[in-house]
């Protein structure tokens, strides 16, 4: 399967702690993308990255939370000292930089996190 | 500021009966528009997208959607429901040129009875 991948795919932590959270994208896509689905809702924009530089942060994401993406290729997100509000599924995206035209995101299956 | 509306949380249609999934948008720009769809424990799909061409897309699963800007309208139709359209519809605006950022209605639930 050549597409988006996501681990794990469900996590369940007691408030507090710390989750980490992994991205595995198209192989040629340039730009990674996360977002945050909560029941009922559409995905909210996260952050970006184009390579490894991370190119835009949502005011939703807070001091607790940070995404990497060290070598240009798979992403980290990492959420610390969680709260319950933090429960979600995380989605991840991602898609080539084109200079024109739509760059269609392709969307991972994402972890769902469940914050006891 | 960009925003989409969709206009029905749920809709149940018969198999086999037309398909209409609303969406209205708000935006400063020219607009590009898509709906997405997400079956359950399986990642979001593009089923088409509006991007100033044709008003009238095409897309995958015999659904389309017209452009309707003197409406504000983004509306998805199919002919005809198959059981496995079942599934969560999001109706998504992003920025002309700024295709990183893209804004998304809360969701239509269709539920496709046989």
Redesign the interface.
């Given at each position: 399967d050549t597409?988006?991948s996501q681990n794990p795919r469900h996590k369940i932590t007691k408030r507090g702690q710390n989750v980490t959270f992994r991205c595995d994208p198209i192989s040629e896509h340039n730009?990674l993308?996360w977002y945050r689905q909560t029941l009922?809702?559409?995905?909210?924009?996260l952050t970006?990255f184009q390579n490894e530089a991370q190119?835009?942060k949502s005011r939703l994401l807070s001091d607790r939370f940070s995404a990497e993406r060290p070598k240009g290729s798979f992403s980290t997100l990492e959420i610390q000292r969680t709260e319950q509000g933090d429960s979600a599924m995380y989605?991840c995206?991602s898609?080539l930089a084109l200079t024109s035209?739509?760059?269609?995101?392709?969307?991972?299956?994402?972890t769902r996190l469940t914050v006891l | 500021a960009q925003s989409v509306t969709q206009l029905d949380?749920h809709v149940s249609v018969s198999e086999g009966t037309p398909v209409l999934l609303r969406c209205n948008y708000s935006s400063s720009y020219s607009p590009?528009l898509?709906w997405?769809v997400q079956h359950p424990?399986?990642?979001?799909?593009?089923l088409l997208?509006y991007?100033s061409a044709a008003t009238l897309v095409k897309g995958i699963n015999g659904f389309e959607a017209e452009f309707k800007k003197s409406e504000t309208s983004f509306h998805l139709t199919k002919p005809s429901a198959h059981m496995s359209d079942a599934a969560e519809y999001?109706c998504?605006v992003s920025l002309a040129g700024n295709?990183?950022?893209?804004i998304?209605?809360?969701?239509t639930s269709l539920a496709v009875n046989p």
């Open positions: 597409g988006v730009r993308y009922g809702q559409g995905p909210e924009f970006y190119l835009e989605l995206a898609s035209g739509y760059n269609e995101q392709f969307f991972g299956p994402g | 949380s590009s898509f997405y424990n399986k990642g979001l799909q593009l997208k991007t999001f998504v295709n990183r950022k893209l998304w209605g809360l969701g």
